[in-house]
């Protein structure tokens, strides 16, 4: 089997599941409650709180956890805008962002705030002057994802940052559910708010997410109840999907130490393939992308029926983004970047893990000759 | 030391057989549902299964069904979601005092964007009356959430009077039936239940798992938008494994039902049992034959409930003050203030005890007979 779809989910690493176990069996205690099992609960969770704050150079009291990266990026957006309503009613944030970013600013257009969608350049990177333009006196939000979830493109996002030092009103939030783990943030430096991370991107489970909130910030709660996470997010601590986060993150961070050359390796060489296939387009910008996200567009070529023909050779590929795959609308991402609806609908997603390798490719790449021979004869 | 874990109410281990089935869908099926490949739709078809199962142990359809991080992000999508998406047909809103935190905490936000909420009090014993929430419907009013079972003192709401009620109002009638569910029977329809939420990690489930029936005619605004993830009515990637691990502790807690049910009566009774023996002076809080089986919170008067707990726990007994949701703090008990007023003796001297899975009536004996120790060292000056 090969596995190209890290972006929609990675598989746990094997030690994440056994400390997910351990922690579910032996130290299930509520980390609100009094007693010896609530206390180790909670020790497990300030330890899993530490360690993650510190992989990701903040304060502890800066990790609020999550049930996901949608919950996060909602709590964001949401939090912010409702809490600084007062200060202005503008929110930036760009037209390729995932649904958890833009449908919650649609819902905000709906109360009354004014939201401006930036468009991004061929390469799908939004430049700082668009960012510089669209500032307003009256803008709350800034909300620009690290790398996107379709094609790959890396976002100025310390720039931004840079520029934002200049509005201390104006509250920055970065998506970086598909960056972390695969290309260097340095949160503080880039001056950045609030930041979002889902744990199953990084080989974590599902049901853990992280927002990172700057010390000072305040956000308007999304979920109201027991007061838990500092008050800023109720519900009983899911601590063993946490506590396998934090692993999930340490392991993930030392593989791309040692293992970042040959992710990029493993880049070039599928780049230097898929080059060779007539048919493809590919619309990934290779110099200003993340090391694992490869999209292309396929001439004439459905691609849901291009996903199932691969996965009969055992490959498994995405169309685009896993949320929309169902839907058969154009990618939101290909259209900004200036595709035709044609190249916008055909899109076809590689996402890589520390995982993949070089071997893999020459298998792979024939298994796609083939499906392409394929699927152009049955359309002849 | 042999610990005692009396304080299943808070949160109860995990039962081996959840794990059990969680673990392939971690390690071998880990697809994204959205993913339109193998992996994806084997997760797809987990999700559903799930799906099944939960529905059909409230009598609901699979379509009723949300699947959510738990019991608070439930009871906040039944009370915000809907308030919001049906603020044009009035702004009114009844609950109750002794409501879980949740609940109430989610009142009081929608109070901020200007609905009106009505906390109906309760009596001595810890009953909502049918009564007072007939007087207090409006035709402005367009949801009562009322608590199946209460979290601190177990007492069963008369939630079949207040749907019969309901019936033939426009309000929504949500239950958050965190406590009540897997103990009692819950059939949505008999009782004209139009939300209702659970939590997996009450019953022997994973944490982070929950879920919120709401009938199909409910209109409700999500908290969460991003993705079309179950019916676009919760966005965010499915926590498969935690859902799978969700509806097996179902599965098991419905076929275990009446045994519980018996079994928990008996460990209530043994342990009051010894308490009555021993002479000291207690009282049960809330109405003995409207309870939950499963939870005794009980007054100790002359003790306070801060050392009553140091003292148990020194003594390998976990129990607590109420509610474990309260973060970290023994602020007195809403609900006992609710039910006994501010001066009462009883908020600050009352320990509930809750039983589940793995307790044994030896296990209650012992926890009983070294309370009694507790309370007697603690009122003899
Ligand atoms: C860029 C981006 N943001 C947010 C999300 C949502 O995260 P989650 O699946 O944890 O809800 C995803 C993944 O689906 C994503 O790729
Ligand atoms: C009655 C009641 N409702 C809601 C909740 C919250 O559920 P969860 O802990 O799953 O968020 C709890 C438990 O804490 C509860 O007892």
Redesign the interface.
């Known amino acids: 089997m090969i596995y190209l779809d890290n972006s929609a989910t990675t598989k746990p690493f094997p030690e994440v599941v056994d400390s997910f176990v351990t922690v579910a069996t032996k130290y299930f205690g509520n980390p609100s409650s009094l007693h010896e099992l609530g206390m180790k609960a909670e020790r497990l969770l300030t330890q899993a709180r530490e360690q993650i704050a510190a992989a990701l150079g903040v304060k502890p009291n800066e990790i609020i956890f999550t049930s996901g990266g949608t919950e996060a990026n909602n709590f964001a957006i949401k939090g912010v805008a409702l809490q600084y309503r007062h200060r202005g009613n503008h929110i930036i944030t760009t037209a390729i962002e995932h649904p958890s970013v833009s449908e919650p600013c649609q819902q905000l257009e709906q109360l009354g705030f004014e939201v401006t969608y930036l468009p991004v350049n061929e390469n799908g990177i939004v430049t700082v002057e668009e960012v510089k333009k669209a500032l307003r006196d009256d803008t709350i939000l800034v909300s620009i994802m690290h790398v996107n979830n379709e094609v790959g493109s890396i976002q100025p996002v310390e720039e931004i940052g840079a520029l934002l030092a200049r509005y201390p009103k104006t509250i920055f939030h970065v998506d970086r559910v598909q960056g972390i783990s695969k290309v260097p943030l340095d949160m503080k430096k880039a001056r950045i708010d609030l930041c979002t991370m889902s744990a199953h991107k990084f080989h974590g489970l599902r049901g853990a997410g992280i927002l990172y909130v700057r010390q000072g910030i305040q956000l308007s709660p999304l979920l109201a109840g027991g007061g838990q996470e500092m008050q800023f997010r109720s519900g009983t601590e899911n601590v063993p999907a946490i506590v396998a986060m934090a692993k999930a993150l340490r392991m993930s961070l030392e593989k791309y130490d040692k293992q970042i050359d040959y992710l990029l390796e493993v880049k070039q060489a599928w780049f230097n393939e898929l080059k060779t296939i007539p048919s493809i387009q590919i619309n990934t910008p290779f110099a200003d992308s993340a090391p694992h996200i490869i999209n292309f567009s396929l001439n004439g070529i459905k691609p849901e029926v291009f996903v199932h023909e691969l996965e009969k050779r055992d490959i498994f590929v995405s169309t685009t983004s896993a949320c929309s795959s169902k839907k058969k609308t154009p990618s939101k991402t290909l259209l900004a970047m200036g595709a035709d609806d044609k190249r916008a609908e055909s899109g076809i997603r590689i996402s890589l893990s520390f995982e993949n390798t070089l071997e893999e490719i020459p298998t792979a790449i024939a298994a796609m000759k083939e499906a392409i021979e394929k699927l152009r004869e049955v359309t002849r | 030391m042999n610990?005692i874990?009396l304080?299943h109410a808070?949160?109860?281990?995990?039962h081996?057989d959840v794990?059990k089935c969680m673990?392939p869908l971690?390690?071998e099926v880990?697809?994204?549902p959205?993913?339109?490949?193998?992996?994806?739709r084997q997760s797809r078809q987990a999700v559903d299964e799930a799906r099944a199962v939960v529905a059909a142990s409230l009598g609901a359809k699979e379509s009723e069904i949300i699947f959510t991080?738990?019991?608070?992000?439930a009871?906040?999508i039944a009370l915000?979601g809907t308030a919001m998406a049906n603020r044009h047909r009035g702004r009114h809103i009844i609950t109750s005092m002794i409501e879980?935190?949740?609940v109430l905490?989610?009142c009081?936000?929608l109070e901020k964007q200007g609905f009106e909420v009505t906390y109906l009090p309760v009596d001595e014993q810890g009953n909502v009356s049918p009564a007072d929430v007939k007087a207090a419907l409006r035709d402005d009013t367009i949801l009562v959430s009322i608590m199946f079972a209460n979290n601190e003192v177990g007492v069963l709401q008369p939630i079949r009077e207040i749907g019969e009620l309901l019936k033939d109002h426009q309000a929504y009638f949500h239950t958050d039936a965190v406590q009540a569910y897997g103990l009692v029977p819950i059939r949505v329809n008999d009782y004209h239940i139009d939300l209702l939420s659970v939590?997996a990690?009450k019953i022997n489930g994973?944490?982070?798992?929950g879920a919120l029936y709401a009938r199909e005619t409910v209109k409700l605004?999500p908290?969460?938008?991003?993705?079309?993830?179950e019916r676009k009515r919760r966005?965010?990637?499915?926590?498969?494994?935690?859902i799978v691990g969700f509806a097996k502790a179902v599965e098991i807690a419905q076929e275990t039902m009446s045994d519980k049910q018996q079994e928990y009566r008996l460990l209530r009774e043994t342990m009051l049992s010894i308490f009555a023996e021993s002479g000291i002076s207690y009282a049960v809080n809330g109405s003995e034959d409207r309870c939950l089986p499963h939870i005794v919170n009980v007054a100790f008067p002359g003790t306070n409930v801060e050392s009553m707990?140091v003292n148990?726990?020194l003594a390998g007994i976990?129990?607590?003050?109420g509610?474990?949701?309260?973060?970290?703090s023994?602020d007195p008990s809403h609900v006992l203030v609710a039910m006994f007023g501010k001066k009462s003796e009883r908020i600050r001297s009352s320990v509930r005890f809750s039983f589940g899975l793995g307790n044994t009536k030896e296990q209650i004996a012992k926890a009983a007979t070294e309370t009694v120790k507790i309370v007697k060292r603690l009122t003899t000056k």
């Open positions: 610990r874990y304080d808070a949160t109860s281990p995990v081996p794990v673990i971690m390690s880990f697809g994204n959205s993913s339109i490949h193998f992996f994806g991080s738990g019991g608070t992000e009871d906040n915000i879980h935190h949740a905490r989610a009081q936000y939590s990690h994973p944490k982070g798992i605004s908290l969460f938008y991003g993705g079309e993830q966005a965010g990637t499915e926590n498969v494994a935690g707990l148990l726990d976990a129990a607590s003050s509610s474990a949701c309260t973060a970290g023994i």
